[in-house]
């Protein structure tokens, strides 16, 4: 059984601390995704990566597939970055499996 | 392009009817996935479809089921609804298999079951 793991659970920064959140998974996966969701409940899809790094603006997103880990960065942090983090594994069964969300707060 | 849209966005319910939330895809996408967020269980993978064919269920009961169309649309229909069932519904659309694809998400319908 595929379980995805986020810590922290909650967090919060002061405006311009450079932020970082893990995500564990503990099966093999296909693709992983980060996903932003604001207050209000939109989501948005930050990132989806099976290797390596991608990077977009001041958010960097890194995995390493034999530690089944993944991290998401928030560089230069702002208030409006303040939101929920949420990691999701893919298996090869078009199936994602959540994790529970990291809460960021970025107070000015 | 226009966004995923989703109709409803809120819905009052009681317990024992049923339910029909409707999402339209991007234009072009051929995979609609829908989930179900609640504060207790957090955001959990209810199906997929893709071309009009659903490729993955998640672990629900039979009262949750769904269906696309030929254009991509899709409805999911819940039946004897129950309280636990109220929850924010989202679908969301992808040019190919969810997995290997970003999600563009939906507003979502909130559900709410008195």
């Known amino acids: 059984k595929n379980e995805v793991e986020q810590s922290p659970q909650n967090l919060t920064a002061q405006e311009g601390e450079f932020i970082t959140i893990n995500c564990s998974y503990s099966?093999?996966?296909?693709?992983l995704h980060w996903l932003q969701q604001h207050p209000g409940g939109g989501i948005v899809s930050l990132f989806m990566l099976s290797s390596g790094k991608k990077k977009h603006g001041r958010l960097i997103a890194t995995i390493n597939i034999q530690e089944k880990h993944s991290s998401l960065h928030i560089t230069a942090s702002h208030p409006r970055d303040s939101a929920v983090y949420i990691c999701?594994?893919?298996?090869?069964?078009?199936?994602?499996?959540f994790g529970t969300g990291t809460r960021l707060q970025v107070f000015p | 392009k226009a966004g995923v849209t989703q109709t409803p966005r809120y819905l009052i319910k009681t317990r024992g009817q049923q339910v029909t939330l409707s999402c339209s895809p991007i234009?072009?996408?051929?995979?609609v996935s829908w989930y179900q967020q609640t504060p207790g269980q957090g955001l959990q993978f209810l199906f997929e479809?893709?071309?009009?064919?659903?490729?993955n269920k998640g672990n629900f009961p039979g009262r949750f089921s769904g269906r696309q169309f030929s254009n991509s649309r899709s409805e999911m229909n819940v039946s004897t609804l129950e309280l636990g069932d109220s929850a924010l519904y989202l679908c969301?659309?992808?040019?190919?298999?969810?997995?290997?694809?970003?999600?563009?998400f939906g507003p979502g319908t909130r559900l709410t079951v008195l």
């Open positions: 099966v093999g996966i296909s693709a």
């Open positions: 479809y893709f071309s009009e064919t659903q490729r």
């Open positions: 234009s072009g996408h051929r995979s």
């Open positions: 999701a594994s893919a298996i090869n069964t078009d199936k994602l499996i």
């Open positions: 969301a659309s992808s040019p190919g298999s969810s997995s290997y694809n970003e999600q563009f």
